[in-house]
């Protein structure tokens, strides 16, 4: 019984992490060469880098496109949502 709850919670946490960090870094971006960004707020090599790079590993098969990781940290996150926002206008 505590084993079974312990993986549902496990489960619920991660789905939980995926809609609370991955999706809102995800953004596609109308650029002329068409690929898809997904916009990071962490720097190179860390936990979010990994897991975002491993995301687009398996969206580029997925949606047959290519995509891009572009990592921009400072001020708590907030050069990345600024730099998201610059670019949906």
């Not at 990592?71 to 050069?79: E, L, S």
């Amino acid at each position: 019984m505590k084993k079974t709850f312990k993986a549902i919670l496990v489960a619920a946490f991660v789905v939980a992490e995926f809609f609370v960090i991955a999706l809102p870094i995800v953004t596609t971006s109308a650029k002329a060469d068409g690929a898809i960004q997904a916009i990071t707020h962490a720097g190179f090599g860390g936990g979010t880098d990994v897991t975002t790079r491993m995301m687009l590993l398996r969206a580029r098969r997925v949606l047959k496109q290519d995509m891009q990781l572009v990592n921009k940290k400072g001020g708590g996150g907030a050069v990345s949502m600024d730099y998201m926002m610059s670019l949906s206008c």
